[in-house]
């Protein structure tokens, strides 16, 4: 149980386009997604909470209108690379709790988003 | 930057050996997790330590929290070559909220 995928789980864009990358709990309803992004040999960094039926929470840093998140239901949160450059490319994680659970996060696979 | 860190950021050992990893953080908090990740992967959990506990073992993991020391340890025994992967630390103050994640070390079990 506590499955969460993601799709695509890798994807190339030109610059300047737009990505949506998609997150879901397969067999069980996430009140809390949360994504990270990992650059190269270094360690995941949160950019945002996402809550069902709210608005995201950003961490510092992050540009809100850039990177678009809603979390439109319990399974499903998607995440928008809008107008994406070349230093977007990065792996993408999200996570998801378990509603009532125990509030172990359990990840995604991840998407490697490659802009040229 | 990262609350975490991670020490030692690499190690290499031979299989069959034990390795240790350090994380210590700065802030007080509720629970501490450790993470592995294989390259390019995504992350899989490994074990939940709370902060009222100090000791925690699952199979021939054994994970330490010292909260005087802000910093906690993860003993892999019995090294195997499949154990190759990075391996996280990350702390939260309050349970199912934000995770913060230590800088990573990368393990080497050599066959």
């Known amino acids: 149980g506590a499955v969460v995928s993601q799709h695509p789980s890798w994807v190339i864009c030109k610059s300047g386009t737009s990505v949506k990358i998609e997150c879901r709990s397969l067999?069980?309803?996430?009140?809390?997604m949360f994504w990270y992004r990992q650059f190269p040999k270094q360690s995941l960094m949160l950019m945002a909470t996402?809550?069902?039926?709210?608005?995201?929470?950003?961490e510092q840093g992050v540009e809100k209108d850039k990177f678009l998140i809603n979390h439109a239901s319990l399974t499903l949160s998607t995440l928008t690379v809008t107008s994406a450059h070349p230093e977007d490319s990065s792996f993408y994680i999200c996570?998801?709790?378990?509603?009532?659970?125990?509030?172990?996060?359990?990840f995604g696979p991840g998407t490697r988003l490659t802009v040229t | 930057s990262q609350q975490g860190e991670e020490d030692p950021q690499a190690l290499s050992i031979q299989e069959g050996e034990n390795a240790t990893m350090n994380c210590s953080y700065k802030t007080s908090i509720n629970n501490l997790q450790w993470y592995r990740q294989n390259s390019g992967r995504g992350l899989v959990h490994l074990i939940l330590?709370?902060?009222?506990?100090r000791e925690k073992h699952s199979g021939r993991l054994r994970v330490t929290l010292d909260t005087s020391k802000k910093s906690s340890s993860l003993l892999i025994t019995a090294s195997r070559a499949a154990d190759t992967a990075s391996y996280f630390c990350?702390?939260?103050?309050?349970?199912?909220?934000?995770?913060?994640f230590g800088e990573g070390t990368q393990l080497t079990v050599n066959p």
């Open positions: 996402s809550n069902e039926g709210s608005k995201a929470t950003y």
């Open positions: 067999d069980f309803q996430a009140t809390t």
């Open positions: 990350a702390t939260d103050r309050v349970s199912g909220s934000r995770l913060t």
């Open positions: 996570s998801a709790t378990v509603a009532g659970g125990n509030y172990e996060q359990y």
């Open positions: 330590i709370r902060s009222n506990e």
